[in-house]
């Protein structure tokens, strides 16, 4: 398993992926008929760098890494983590967060917040801990999970 950055010849393969993690409509913001249009300002961004996890020539996972504000803020980064169904289990979500710790270092980031981890996704807030993020913050009712209605979602923060 290799984590490198994304190119061109990757967007369908992480369209695919992208696609399967929203239409559940339980872990992130976008609503699950997104257009494959929007992936360019979603994933693809001038202002963000976007990494696959590839093996064996498949790409499992997909993470973006990016300024968390403009201006007086951009020393704290932002990343958005996608791991592809049937790879779920396997390490590519931890192997993703190690590669984002090192690379927002190297950038001269001083910290990741994230935004908005919903509450219910237990698998990723206990991932994140073990990573040593914390919860600094909760926005009750934050987050409109297409099958519970509005849950809580968490600011998560690691200083780097």
């Given amino acids: ?7 061109e010849n990757d967007y ?12 559940t409509g339980d872990t992130y913001v976008f609503d699950p008929e997104t257009p494959k249009s929007d992936l ?24 973006i890494i990016k300024p968390n504000q403009i201006d007086l803020g951009s020393h704290i ?18 192997a993703m967060c190690r590669h984002s710790l090192e690379f927002a270092k190297e950038q001269g980031f001083k910290a ?11 698998v990723a807030v206990k991932l994140w801990q073990k990573y040593g993020f914390q919860i600094i913050g909760t926005l009750p009712k934050g987050f409109k ?3 519970l209605g509005y849950v809580d979602a968490f600011i998560m923060y690691k200083e780097l």
């Fill in 40 to 63: 360019a300002k979603h994933w693809f961004a001038s202002y963000m760098h976007t990494f696959v996890v590839e093996d064996n020539g498949k790409i499992l996972g997909t993470y």
């Fill in 77 to 94: 980064a932002n990343c958005s983590y996608m791991v592809h169904a049937n790879a779920q289990g396997k390490g590519v979500g931890g």
């Fill in 12 to 23: 369908d393969a992480v369209w695919e992926i992208f696609k399967q993690v929203i239409s």
């Fill in 145 to 147: 999970h297409l099958e």
């Fill in 112 to 122: 990741i917040q994230f935004n908005i981890v919903v509450s219910t996704n237990e």
């Fill in 1 to 7: 398993m290799r984590i490198r950055k994304a190119t």
